[in-house]
């Protein structure tokens, strides 16, 4: 059904911390790849219209939950991010409650937080990404493991790169090629410059080929708008509001990251020991819920958890372009692999001898919290 664009004033471009998005993604766990950019005439509408008000979700009250008497307490940190919706799910509708766990969610700005303080004992278990801190705390050492998966692109992506409106129909960017020599950010250097360098690649480009800066989603869409930069990784809802407030359009809304797993959870070292089926408990819940949300994303009652736990409204929930979760469970190790070895191409890491994915990731729970859901 055609959905008519709305007009919103610059003010809505104060957003909350939530919407500084990390990267944001049914039997197994990737899309497609898409194929490389060709040369077509660029498109200045935007890829997701507006919900006109009479056709947005129905607002819901979130029912509590129960948590049984003698439910194992596991304290997990978050960041408040629709990507990590499996969480906040697992958490309201009971899944991990079902499990026998009382989990306290806490939220965090980034991931490099989450890492140190899931590290030394802070929190049992964190959600965050596998970035340049987790990598060089590994090589340290810290008493990590990764146990299950976190989220993925798909195609469309979720974190397309993005051109003001005006040099879109102005014609001063048509294609990814014209971005060499210029000012493009990414919202914190990590895994989003890997999103960046595919994107570039697709055009003939690298990430040595433009001016990067690194700009929070928000100041980049501003920037964006102002011509203080000229491109832009922005991540969902934030991309497709953008889009909906006539401010920037998708440069390329495609390409292929789709290989690659950016998030996962992972969990002390000490706790693992100490309540080994909570673990496998918490990866059941969060498994559970991963289901849910790529079975029905937009249910109601998802939209008003993901909006409780991010302050993201429902209607540009909906509205966006979705992540892709795991439904198996499986931990790609190449795509760790290709991670380690981009970032170590970029100077981030503190060590000279790659660490073995393998060694820094624990299947055992995934497969027990498999059989707890019966396959």
């Given at each position: 059904m055609p959905r008519t664009q709305c007009g919103v004033s610059h003010r809505v471009l104060v957003?909350?911390?939530?919407?500084?998005?990390?990267?944001?993604?049914a039997g197994g766990f990737f899309a497609a790849a898409p194929a490389?950019?060709?040369?077509?005439?660029?498109?200045?509408?935007?890829?997701?219209?507006?919900?006109?008000?009479?056709?947005?979700?129905?607002?819901?009250?979130i029912p509590p939950v129960k948590v049984p008497d003698g439910a194992t307490k596991v304290v997990m940190g978050y960041v408040p991010?629709?990507?990590?919706?499996?969480?906040?799910?697992?958490?309201?509708k009971g899944y991990f409650a079902e499990q026998g766990l009382d989990v306290d969610l806490q939220p965090l700005p980034g991931g490099s937080d989450m890492v140190v303080l899931t590290a030394t004992g802070k929190f049992d278990a964190g959600i965050g990404g596998i970035g340049p801190a987790y990598w060089n705390a590994a090589h340290q050492g810290l008493p990590l493991k990764i146990i299950a998966p976190g989220h993925a692109e798909g195609s469309p992506v979720a974190t397309p790169l993005m051109i003001s409106k005006k040099n879109c129909e102005s014609g001063a960017i048509k294609s990814v090629k014209d971005l060499k020599g210029k000012k493009v950010?990414?919202?914190?250097?990590?895994?989003?410059?890997?999103?960046?360098?595919?994107?570039l690649r697709t055009g003939g480009l690298t990430i040595n080929?433009?001016?990067?800066?690194?700009?929070?989603f928000p100041d980049a869409v501003t920037a964006l708008n102002s011509g203080a930069i000229d491109a832009a990784m922005v991540g969902e809802p934030l991309a497709t509001k953008a889009e909906q407030d006539g401010f920037a359009v998708r440069l390329l809304s495609d390409f292929p990251v789709q290989n690659i797993q950016p998030t996962m959870?992972?969990?002390?070292?000490?706790?693992?020991?100490?309540?080994?089926?909570?673990?496998?408990?918490l990866?059941?819940?969060?498994?559970?819920?991963?289901?849910?949300?790529?079975?029905?994303?937009?249910?109601p009652l998802n939209l008003a958890i993901i909006q409780k736990y991010t302050n993201v409204p429902a209607a540009l929930v909906a509205d966006s372009v979705k992540p892709v979760y795991s439904t198996s469970g499986e931990i790609d190790l190449k795509s760790l692999s290709t991670l380690q070895t981009f970032f170590r191409n970029r100077g981030q890491l503190d060590y000279d001898t790659d660490i073995d994915p393998a060694k820094l990731v624990d299947t055992?729970?995934?497969?027990?919290?498999k059989q707890k859901l019966g396959g």
């Open positions: 957003f909350p911390l939530s919407l500084l998005l990390m990267l944001t993604l490389a950019a060709q040369d077509r005439p660029l498109s200045c509408a935007p890829l997701v219209h507006a919900t006109p008000a009479a056709e947005q979700p129905k607002t819901v009250d991010a629709s990507i990590f919706a499996p969480v906040f799910v697992a958490k309201e950010s990414v919202n914190a250097r990590g895994a989003t410059e890997y999103w960046l360098d595919q994107a080929d433009i001016d990067l800066r690194t700009l929070p959870i992972f969990a002390n070292d000490s706790f693992l020991q100490k309540h080994p089926e909570a673990a496998v408990g990866v059941a819940g969060y498994l559970k819920a991963a289901r849910d949300l790529t079975q029905n994303f937009n249910d055992q729970y995934v497969e027990k919290a």
